[in-house]
């Protein structure tokens, strides 16, 4: 995927030839640098830092856009809810939802042990006692059959090796008729969104150029678009999927068990 313009071909299928992107990935189908960029390993030594430090200020307006899409929800449910954060990373929206609804209990998950301590420091730092974090994979969700009432997976999905297992697999843990947020990087954003967001995505250690490159080849390049992704959540047998516009190079798919 290039900065430096360009439009938009049609949607056509997984692994056809994205004339914006190169070649579409496969779902498991990973090239060298996909591969690093979907470690755990490297979550814990090098990008999980970097993110960490930069989405926030980066993201500010999707991630509360986001945490408000949610907090909608969860107010029509009559007792506390039950969320599960799927690749909750170190916590951002898990931790914004626990400080705006007290009576949450939010679970967050992420297969990257050094995530799972950034999360636990903040969560401690923050002095919150309704969210909690553990290491889990989406492909294996470490719960019983309808322990939660609602999921959510902010920019996660890109690196599950299978989405629609690992939809099915938040499906099994969510009860009957609750509801999937899943939010990430969209493929086909426009240059001029991808040329705003990395300029507020940039830290004084990261020569700039290499920050543009990395994030339209490796990060929004290897990603999905709407449309695929609420494919598979259709394959994974929800419905009532729908895509729902946020703030920045970003998009939302909600959809019901």
């Not at 290039?2 to 056509?12: K, L, R, W």
């Not at 974090?133 to 996660?156: C, K, R, T």
Request: proline share 6%; charged share 25%.
């Amino acid at each position: 995927m290039s900065f430096d313009g360009g439009t938009d071909a049609p949607s056509s299928a997984i692994g056809s030839d994205d004339k914006r992107g190169g070649k579409r990935i496969y779902p498991g189908e990973r090239g060298f640098l996909k591969r690093i960029h979907d470690s755990a390993w490297a979550w814990d030594i090098f990008q999980g830092p970097i993110y960490n430090r930069l989405i926030g200020p980066a993201a500010a307006d999707y991630f509360f856009t986001l945490a408000d899409r949610v907090e909608r929800e969860a107010h029509g449910c009559a007792a506390p809810m039950r969320i599960l954060d799927v690749g909750a990373g170190a916590g951002t929206m898990s931790l914004l939802l626990a400080r705006a609804l007290p009576s949450l209990a939010i679970t967050g998950i992420d297969y990257s042990p050094g995530q799972v301590r950034a999360a636990r420091r903040m969560k401690k730092r923050a002095g919150l006692d309704n969210c909690r974090f553990q290491l889990g994979n989406a492909m294996n969700i470490p719960f019983a059959a309808e322990s939660f009432d609602l999921a959510i997976s902010v920019n996660s999905i890109k690196h599950w090796p299978d989405p629609v297992r690992g939809l099915v697999e938040i499906g099994r843990v969510l009860r009957p008729r609750s509801r999937a947020f899943i939010a990430e990087v969209d493929r086909r954003a426009s240059p001029a969104a991808l040329r705003e967001f990395a300029d507020k995505y940039r830290a004084w250690f990261i020569w700039p150029p290499a920050m543009r490159w990395c994030l339209g080849n490796v990060v929004f390049g290897n990603s999905y678009t709407t449309g695929e992704v609420a494919d598979f959540a259709s394959r994974a047998g929800f419905s009532a999927v729908s895509i729902q516009e946020v703030p920045g190079p970003f998009f939302l798919v909600s959809a019901t068990k």
